[in-house]
T-cell receptor, first 113, second 111 residues
Framework: DVKVTQSSRYLVKRTGEKVFLECVQD?????MFWYRQDPGLGLRLIYF???????EKGDIPEGYSVSREKKERFSLILESASTNQTSMYLC????????????FGDGTRLSIL | DAKTTQPTSMDCAEGRAANLPCNHS???????VYWYRQIHSQGPQYIIH???NNETNEMASLIITEDRKSSTLILPHATLRDTAVYYC????????????FGQGTRLTINP
């Protein structure tokens, strides 16, 4: 089974802090994704990466950056956390080719105070 | 990606088969049907996907009509742990990378 592991289930940070969310997958997938999920707004793509050191902006990249130094790890960085970044953050991975589905981690519920 | 329509909510008795419908009348030839579910406060879980043939795995069965305009996800023996929001998504595997979830069906399994 595909395993996507997010480093924290719950996280509380303060406004202005630099926040790191880590995601690791064990299936040698080329593609990795960061989404946020908010009530009434559904799933929104922040960034994705299709290879090591490669990244593409999603629909809402402002205030975020990402890092992919190794194939199995994709990090999301909140450069200076703000209260409107309080959300559920979801990491996903997907192999290349065909109709392979995305597999998600359990999510990190991040609260910015 | 084609739009999907699902009932807002459904109930099913524990031990019975849960049949979740999805309408995707504008589906095109390259688009697959995917099903995910999300249990409260957890990440979405992939269940199954298919193009035009019926599919079965250890979790569920997917029945796609011959014209591909609708499909049904079947959980053969529902348990309380199957209570979740179920999302039907249609997407072209060569299209945009992101997934877009609609409102989904809130399935409640009753004891």
């Amino acid at each position: 089974d595909v395993k996507v592991t997010q480093s924290s289930r719950y996280l509380v940070k303060r406004t202005g802090e630099k926040v790191f969310l880590e995601c690791v997958q064990d299936m040698d997938h080329e593609n990795m994704f960061w989404y946020r999920q908010d009530p009434g707004l559904g799933l929104r793509l922040i960034y994705f990466s299709y290879d090591v050191k490669m990244k593409e902006k999603g629909d809402i990249p402002e205030g975020y950056s990402v890092s992919r130094e190794k194939k199995e790890r994709f990090s999301l960085i909140l450069e200076s956390a703000s209260t409107n970044q309080t959300s559920m953050y979801l990491c996903a991975s997907r192999g290349t080719g065909g109709s392979q589905p995305q597999h998600f981690g359990d999510g990190t519920r991040l609260s910015i105070l | 990606d084609a739009k999907t329509t699902q009932p807002t909510s459904m109930d099913c008795a524990e031990g019975r088969a849960a049949n979740l419908p999805c309408n995707h009348s504008t589906i095109s030839g390259n688009e697959y049907v995917y099903w995910y579910r999300q249990i409260h406060s957890q990440g979405p879980q992939y269940i199954i996907h298919g193009l035009k043939n019926n599919e079965t795995n250890e979790m569920a069965s997917l029945i796609i009509t011959e014209d591909r305009k609708s499909s049904t996800l079947i959980l053969p023996h529902a348990t309380l742990r199957d209570t979740a929001v179920y999302y039907c998504i249609v997407r072209d595997f060569q299209g945009a990378q992101k997934l877009v979830f609609g409102q989904g069906t809130r399935l409640t399994i009753n004891p």
